[in-house]
């Protein structure tokens, strides 16, 4: 097992590197629970990966291709190769489920403010009899709102889920979040996130803050580093974030 996460962390490393500043800007949207409005460059890839690691309970490889479709949309696929998830005081290892999801910004009010919407769907791709995943489909759609202003951003998230059941009901979610980044100067910046998932059937109430930094190591690759903290019986204590965004270029 270490070997496989000392090739897979060689890999992306590798990956990250090379060829550095030869793509369009990049458009983070990892580590937080929320999306902003931003999307990725018309005709251009961008990848997303990182680290979760929980002690205690969970350590994650989660990944996300992103496309973009135009110059307001991008579509996205979403995939964690390799966790490892504590059941009974027995890690699990395996891969996660699918998501597969499009985000698109409806309208820019001016400069500074500009909102958008995502719609995405669960694949249940991981062993739901290992607790891996659930074995259900799940389909969520979120409105945001991004107001700029200096070198802040604040974005306002709100996500509604439709959670499919083993007993073969649907649960209905709730997701809220407001977040924030700043850039400290042309390399570093600071990102911060307070987020609710509430799921009233299953009397559910995840609670969580999410804060770190961001460190642009060229306009096409951006590193992250950063802590969540669970602020309610439900949510997580502590998950440690480590990755990277970092935008391929375009498709020939």
């Given amino acids: ?7 897979l962390s060689f890999c992306l490393l590798f990956t990250a590197c090379k060829g550095l500043g030869q793509g369009s800007p990049v458009t983070p949207q ?6 902003d409005t931003n999307t990725t460059p018309e005709g251009t890839v961008e990848v997303e990966a990182g680290m979760v690691a929980d002690p205690d309970d969970i350590f994650a490889f989660p990944a ?22 504590d059941q009974n005081d027995d890690n699990e290892t395996g ?7 499009v985000r698109h910004r409806i309208l820019e009010l001016d400069k500074k403010t500009s ?24 389909a969520s759609f979120a409105g945001i709102i991004t107001k700029l202003h200096d070198q802040t951003a604040i974005t306002g998230y709100y996500q509604f889920d439709f959670l499919g059941d083993p007993g073969g009901d649907t649960n209905v979610g709730h997701g809220l979040a407001i977040a924030a980044s700043r850039a400290i100067d042309d390399k570093v910046g600071l990102y911060g996130e307070l987020a609710e998932i509430y799921v009233p059937e299953l009397d559910f109430s995840s609670f969580f803050g999410t804060f770190g930094l961001t460190y642009t ?3 096409d690759f951006v590193i992250d580093a950063g802590i969540l903290v669970g602020l309610s019986n439900d949510a997580p204590d502590a998950q440690i974030l480590i990755g990277m965004t970092r935008n391929l270029g375009r498709i020939r």
Avoid: C, H, Y
């Fill in 64 to 85: 996300v291709a992103k496309f973009g479709m135009s110059p307001k949309t991008e579509a996205f696929l979403g995939w964690t190769p390799l966790q490892i998830v």
């Fill in 1 to 7: 097992m270490k070997r496989t996460i000392l090739l």
């Fill in 217 to 219: 190591r060229a306009q």
């Fill in 115 to 138: 909102v958008a919407v995502q719609g995405a769907v669960k694949l249940p791709t991981a062993d739901e009899n290992r607790g891996l995943g659930t074995g259900e489909i799940d």
């Fill in 30 to 35: 990892r580590p937080t629970f929320s999306s």
């Fill in 95 to 101: 891969t996660g489920d699918v998501l597969v999801g």
